[in-house]
């Protein structure tokens, strides 16, 4: 469900950058319900941190800190949005990690330090 919803949000914090609507498989951030697969999961990470690379490279000085309406109609600036959607991501990484640790795994990360 958290690696679903980095990708969901990935797309809608994305995509006011790009003027692109979302997908509609992200499900008000939650990603599809009938998403069960790791596969499908990690494809769908992958696809929406592509995205993410797509939408930075429309970044430029000038554009920077227009303002743009976010994906809930609220005025904010690319600056702000791609700013956001990584420290989104590390929060959820690190609830995983934590999740992980509290479970007895050894994050990858962290294997053979």
Do not use: C
Not at 17 to 29: H, L, R
Not at 32 to 57: P, Q
């Amino acid at each position: 469900q958290q690696v679903k919803h980095v990708a969901a949000s990935n797309y809608l914090i994305w995509s006011p950058i790009t003027g692109e609507k979302a997908p509609d498989t992200v499900n008000d951030g939650k990603g599809r319900d009938n998403m069960t697969a790791k596969a499908d999961i990690i494809k769908y990470l992958k696809d929406s941190f592509a995205f993410g690379h797509k939408a930075v490279a429309t970044l430029n000085a000038s554009n920077l800190v227009q303002p743009i309406s976010s994906g809930s109609g609220r005025p904010t600036t690319r600056l702000f949005l791609a700013t956001f959607a990584p420290a989104h991501a590390f929060d959820h990484y690190g609830q995983l990690v934590e999740y992980l640790r509290m479970n007895g795994i050894v994050p990858p990360a962290s294997r053979g330090q």
